[in-house]
């Protein structure tokens, strides 16, 4: 389990920032930050599972650094033209990119905050810290993400 996660979270920092200057289509964008999300879910999912389940939180640490990693680089993969009917995203993460940039960085910032309680080892900051990364993706698929 922790290998699968130690994966994931190596994947999920691929400098996937790059996406939008390589050439590639749309639909490749499109795909590329939809594996991104689906590896950055796995990984958070798993870091509340492990702490949950008495994991040392400092252990945590270096999937908690790479899901910040991720969040900082998010905006970058919503260029124009990536607004695709398979697409989750809704038009508000073009109409409103302030807004939109704003609650990534508030993610970013969360993620962030996240990994630094990791690396302190406090569970109970870590655990909040959690917490407040939840409420930053909430916060941001309330208006920029259409529901399931």
């Not at 400092?58 to 970058?76: D, E, I, K, M, N």
């Not at 655990?127 to 930053?136: D, E, F, M």
């Amino acid at each position: 389990m922790k290998q699968k996660m130690l994966l994931a979270a190596a994947l999920a920092a691929i400098p996937l920032a790059a996406v939008a200057q390589t050439g590639l289509t749309p639909e490749q964008i499109v795909a590329a930050r939809q594996s991104a999300y689906a590896l950055s879910a796995a990984d958070f999912i798993q870091l509340k599972a492990q702490a949950d389940a008495g994991a040392d939180v400092h252990g945590l640490a270096f999937p908690s650094r790479v899901l910040a990693r991720w969040a900082h680089t998010l905006p970058s993969l919503f260029p124009a033209g990536t607004n695709l009917p398979n697409s989750k995203a809704l038009p508000t993460v073009w109409s409103d990119r302030a807004g939109f940039e704003a609650r990534a960085a508030a993610y970013a910032a969360a993620a962030t905050a996240m990994a630094e309680a990791a690396q302190s080892g406090d569970r109970a900051v870590f655990l909040t810290r959690w917490a407040a990364v939840r409420q930053t993706c909430s916060d941001c698929h309330e208006t920029y993400r259409s529901p399931d």
